[in-house]
């Protein structure tokens, strides 16, 4: 099982829902990393677009569905046409892609001139964003 344990497993998945960790997960020390392209504009975590953006998907989709989705989404850059944005799942990364990708694109364009395009990315420690 790759070095998890179904406890192991079970935690992760537990904490990326926003639950209770009942485990210890072995986790490579995140690197920094560098961007394909140049980046226009990049997010901080106090950026009032991106708090705009989190307002607009939660009155959208509602609290609930909010809290379970898109709580651990963070924003990770916005190049003038592309918004791109990281979940730490890759089945909540497929998830929001499949259910959820015209509600990112609507709110992502209700707060950003020029977005053509929503992306989520799985975020993973110490590797590359996956985009595919």
Same mark, same amino acid.
């Given at each position: 099982?790759? /070095? ?11 904490? +990326?829902?926003? /639950? ?15 961007? +394909? ?41 916005? $190049? ?21 990708? $015209? $509600? ?8 950003? +001139?020029?977005?053509?395009?929503? $992306? ?7 590797? +590359?964003?996956?985009?595919?």
């Amino acid at each position: 099982m790759n /070095g998890f344990s179904r406890r192991g497993l079970f935690a992760f998945f537990a904490s +990326a829902a926003g /639950g209770v960790v009942v485990g210890r997960i072995p986790v490579q020390a995140s690197k920094e990393l560098k961007p +394909a392209k140049a980046i226009v504009d990049s997010f901080a975590s106090s950026d009032p677009r991106t708090a705009k953006i989190r307002e607009l998907l939660q009155a959208r989709i509602g609290e609930e569905l909010y809290t379970s989705w898109f709580k651990s989404l963070e924003f990770e850059s916005f $190049d003038g046409k592309t918004v791109i944005v990281s979940v730490p799942v890759k089945f909540i990364r497929n998830w929001l892609r499949e259910h959820y990708s $015209d $509600d990112l694109l609507s709110c992502c364009r209700a707060a950003f +001139a020029g977005v053509e395009s929503a $992306d989520v990315v799985w975020r993973r420690p110490g590797a +590359a964003r996956i985009r595919g």
